[in-house]
């Protein structure tokens, strides 16, 4: 196995996950239904504008390294709504938003932005365990007739998004994987 030097980048995404307590060591249960005795919020780091430039940096970096082309930036809402945003004004391409469901009200739709019909969309997400909720979001958006071209997320818990997304099709990008986390947290204590 060829050891990677760790860019200075992720070096530092991985410090501010820390210091903004974005992983947190206990007893919870995770949207997957799982139970863990950690539990990684980026909704805490990706208050930090700091923070937000680098993930956007960072996904621009992995971007170029995977050759991505695509039209546009997606985003499930909650987590990956800033995340998309902050790619969106770094890379100056438009910005899909998509809703756990269809609205109830108004226009009814599940996506806000317009999806044309063979667009190419990168797919953004804040963290992956077995990749369900990134899954349902790559299907709506190909409903509309989008061709999905990656999925990066910031931190991917490695429990199984990874293949289950491969299985479907999809590419799945990880910024920062747990194995990461959990090398810093032990060179730390």
Do not use: C, W
Request: positive net charge; glycine residues 8%; hydrophobic residues 40%.
């Amino acid at each position: 196995m060829v050891y990677m030097k760790m860019s200075k980048e992720k070096q530092l995404l991985i410090e501010l996950i820390f210091e903004e307590k974005a992983i947190e060591f206990g007893h919870f249960i995770l949207s997957s239904g799982k139970e863990s005795n950690y539990y990684i919020n980026i909704k805490k780091l990706i208050t930090n504008p700091k923070a937000l430039r680098l993930i956007a940096s960072l996904m621009k970096i992995k971007i170029d390294e995977f050759a991505l082309e695509y039209d546009k930036i997606a985003g499930p809402e909650l987590g990956a709504v800033p995340i998309a945003v902050s790619l969106a004004l770094v890379t100056d391409k438009p910005l899909l938003i998509v809703r756990k469901k269809k609205k109830e009200y108004g226009t009814g739709r599940q996506i806000e932005g317009e999806v044309k019909k063979g667009e190419r969309v990168l797919l953004v997400e804040d963290v992956t365990t077995t990749g369900g909720s990134v899954l349902r979001a790559a299907k709506a958006l190909e409903e509309e007739g989008a061709k999905i071209v990656g999925i990066m997320v910031v931190v991917d818990r490695e429990e199984g998004a990874k293949e289950a997304l491969g299985k479907e099709g999809y590419t799945l990008i990880p910024l920062v994987t747990v194995g990461d986390l959990f090398k810093y947290r032990e060179k730390r204590e």
